[in-house]
């Protein structure tokens, strides 16, 4: 794996979530068995509109524009849950936005795990009493101030069906709403009593198949919450044509792809999805994007014992990388075994690649 690490700008990091934060499915918590439900959700949300669209609001509820500066610092400053708790507002105007169908936005935690680093994966229920789970990841850094990442979920179960994925095996629902992504990091904060400063698209679902859904929360996050572009990644398997379409939008956030082999035949073995995104193609827009948008592209690896571990997968890859170009960043991620899995995380020999020099 040195050979991979030379080529990288910097140096392979492991990400891992602690085996402790799965839901045990005999008390009805997983996340695979999340309650169906029949009534749609509501699409009047004050969580995900900006400033503006707020001071709008407020104006056509015959209320003076500065109301809408106090909704947006209600909502996103004060983290306010219910429009009766706008005490700053006139209790007309809070009437007229309940009876109007007016709502925040924001969800009541099912249920909590922590395990023993402090990381914390919540469950989340929606209007439609479906279950999402977000993720918060405390880490100090060497000045002591704490890092926080909120890991956001942007579907209800995921359509690609990856083999070693939980959430693939559990099937599809819905995309999720750009308020219902939003509030995932407003839950963390909450949770923690504090800011979060990271946010990555990594958790159920396929970010690229709700694109818009993502961008409209990618700005909020940005805009609203105030999160820097370079502190938010959009992480993705690979959906034809989406990595173009991201570029085009020129943000300064890190694009994650989830590589996981370095030849397409291992790669469709790992990812069905991958028959109709050939590896080439895929490496293509890589390049493409980060000469549109000067952004580094991560890959992320899921280490999975004796399938794409062994040292030759990993001169593959170097090879991969060289030949598509310089300056990409990879992510070793051990496998956590899950139940009705055949893959096993690799051997302490693997998960140590990243440490030759």
């Known amino acids: 794996m040195a050979v991979i690490q030379h080529m990288c700008s910097a140096p392979l990091s492991r990400v891992m979530l602690p085996r402790s934060l799965v839901f045990s499915s005999s008390r009805g918590l997983s996340i695979l068995s999340a309650a169906r439900a029949s009534h749609a959700v509501s699409q009047q949300v004050l969580l995900g ?11 056509e509820f015959g209320q003076q524009s500065y109301r809408g500066k106090q909704l947006h610092h209600l909502i996103y400053k004060r983290k306010v849950k219910e429009i009766e708790d706008f005490s700053q507002l006139p209790q007309a105007f809070r009437n007229d936005l309940q009876e109007a169908g007016w709502k925040i936005g924001r969800s009541p935690i099912y249920h909590t ?41 942007s579907q209800v179960g995921c359509p690609l069906r990856c083999s070693f994925c939980a959430t693939g ?13 939003i509030e995932q990091v407003l839950a963390i904060e909450e949770l923690f009593k504090n800011r979060v400063t990271n946010v990555v698209f990594m958790g159920m679902g396929e970010p690229m198949l709700n694109l818009d859904s993502v961008l409209e929360a990618h700005r909020c996050l940005n805009k609203d919450v105030q999160i820097g572009q370079r502190m938010i990644t959009i992480s993705t398997v690979g959906v034809p044509n989406t990595i173009r379409k991201l570029a085009s939008y020129k943000l300064q956030s890190t694009l ?35 000469l549109d948008t000067s952004r580094r592209v991560s890959f992320e690896y899921a280490l999975l014992a004796g399938v794409n571990d062994k040292t030759e997968h990993a001169v593959e890859l170097a090879q991969l990388l ?7 960043h990879v992510n070793l991620i051990p496998f956590n075994p899950i139940e009705g899995s055949e893959y096993q995380r690799p051997h302490r020999k693997a998960l140590l690649w990243n440490h030759v020099k």
Not at 49 to 59: R, T
Not at 256 to 262: I, K, R
């Open 113 to 153: 795990v922590t395990a023993a680093d402090g990381t914390v994966k919540l469950l989340i229920k929606l209007e439609d009493n479906r279950l999402i789970e977000t993720v918060g990841i405390p880490v100090e850094d060497d000045k002591g101030l704490m890092r926080l990442t909120a890991c956001v979920s």
């Open 256 to 290: 994650a792809v989830s590589l996981h082999a370095p030849n397409q035949k291992l790669r469709e073995a790992i990812v069905p999805s991958a028959k109709s995104y050939p590896l080439d193609a895929i490496m293509k827009d890589c390049r493409d994007y980060f």
């Open 169 to 181: 095996k559990g099937g599809f629902s819905r995309n999720l709403k750009r308020h219902e992504i």
């Open 322 to 328: 060289h030949e598509w170009g310089r300056g990409y």
């Open 49 to 59: 509109m900006s400033e503006h669209e707020l001071q709008q609001l407020a104006l």
